[in-house]
């Protein structure tokens, strides 16, 4: 039996944010309605033989709070048909001006047990000029919503480099959130000028963004919360365990407009636009096991529990300490990087430059 993430991508929304380079557009409940029927009969005919667990489910977006009432039921239903459903976690992103209290009532009917709230910042300006359509006072709505309907964990996306953002606002964010126990996890992300976005030209003053992410991180430590990955921070216990098999290339399999997967190390790309989607299409692209090796060492490194040396060699049938004896004698050389018990770990405070550290892996 193998045992999987089910990720299903909900591409609504009610309106475009500035920095938005998702496939995510608005539409009306009959095109949802449409998409829903294609994707239940997505999920239905299934083409993996072998019998699969459903050992995590995240509803993503878009915005999957915005789907018409029923319509996460309606595909959850269908999951329950196809697959063996033994969730430990169902994960559904809101945002805060869609959410309701039914579709919460219909959500923890359905068996999801993890909301994931785009708030992004608490300052209204900041809000506005990002083209969110939520206020504050919206966010506060929407977690007593939650609260009602009987969540317990929440996770919260807040976002760094904003124009106008100055530090203040970070902290403003973050010790609003403190005050609220039910907010389990923080992931936290920095704008990246996309292309075809009204926000594509502006410049990231990125010295600025640097310094917000180190001040969040120690005002999140010192709030009891753990970095386990380089932007997802959380209570003990409270990682997402979904995302946590992305990040260790555990088998997913993605259901939706340009969802993706990965079984038995072959990665799946549904078509991205809805006529091709419609039509069944979709690529395959097989991974050589230099890029899956890349791909492992890139991932494991963001994480903080770092790579798993043992788990290397056995996976890839070689010796990892023999391969990259080079970079690893450099960077230790450096004091940027540890290894012990096996464990190599990219030390806490050469996270925050990560990236230039993993791409002496493959220079
Ligand atoms: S809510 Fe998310 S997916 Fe939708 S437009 Fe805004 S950033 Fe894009």
């Not at 005919?45 to 995240?58: E, P």
């Not at 753990?226 to 216990?237: A, G, P, T, V, W």
């Not at 078509?271 to 230099?290: F, G, I, M, P, V």
């Not at 990259?324 to 450099?330: A, F, G, H, L, V």
Request: charged residues 25%; aromatic residues 12%; negative net charge.
């Amino acid at each position: 039996m193998k045992s999987v993430g089910i990720y299903i991508h909900i591409p609504f929304c009610r309106s475009k944010c500035a920095y938005c380079a998702f496939d995510s557009f608005f539409a009306n409940t009959d095109t949802q309605k449409e998409y829903v029927d294609f994707l239940v009969k997505e999920i239905e005919s299934f083409w993996y033989a072998d019998d699969i667990t459903a050992d995590t489910v995240y509803f993503g977006g878009g915005t999957p709070s915005f789907l018409y009432q029923g319509g996460v039921t309606t595909i959850i239903n269908a999951l329950k048909k196809r697959f063996e459903f033994l969730p430990r976690e169902v994960s559904i992103e809101c945002n805060p001006e869609s959410v309701t209290k039914p579709k919460l009532e219909e959500y923890r009917l359905a068996g999801i047990n993890r909301i994931s709230i785009g708030l992004q910042s608490t300052s209204d300006t900041l809000l506005k000029s990002a083209g969110r359509i939520h206020t504050l006072q919206d966010f506060f709505k929407s977690v007593q919503y939650c609260e009602e309907a009987g969540f317990q964990n929440l996770s919260c996306d807040i976002m760094l480099g904003l124009p106008n953002q100055n530090i203040n606002d970070v902290t403003d964010t973050l010790n609003i959130l403190f005050k609220l126990p039910i907010i389990k996890h923080i992931s936290m992300y920095g704008l990246k000028p996309e292309k075809n976005t009204p926000w594509q030209d502006i410049v990231i003053d990125e010295d600025l963004a640097a310094d917000m992410y180190d001040t969040a991180y120690n005002l999140l430590i010192k709030n009891g919360f753990l970095r386990y990955e380089i932007s997802n921070f959380c209570k003990q216990e409270y990682e997402c365990v979904h995302n946590i098999k992305y990040w260790k290339r555990q088998d997913y399999i993605g259901f939706g407009l340009g969802a993706h997967s990965l079984i038995d190390n072959v990665r799946y790309a549904n078509a991205d636009n809805l006529n091709d989607y419609y039509s069944n299409k979709k690529e395959r692209l097989e991974l050589t096991k230099q890029q899956a090796k890349e791909e492992h060492i890139m991932l494991a490194l963001r994480m903080a529990e770092g790579l798993n040396i043992i788990d290397y060699n056995n996976k890839f049938e070689d010796n990892f300490l023999i391969e990259y004896s080079k970079p690893i004698k450099k960077l230790s050389e450096l004091g940027v990087i540890e290894l012990t018990n096996s464990v190599l770990k990219i030390k806490p405070q050469y996270m925050g430059v990560m990236n230039s550290i993993i791409v002496e892996f493959f220079s």
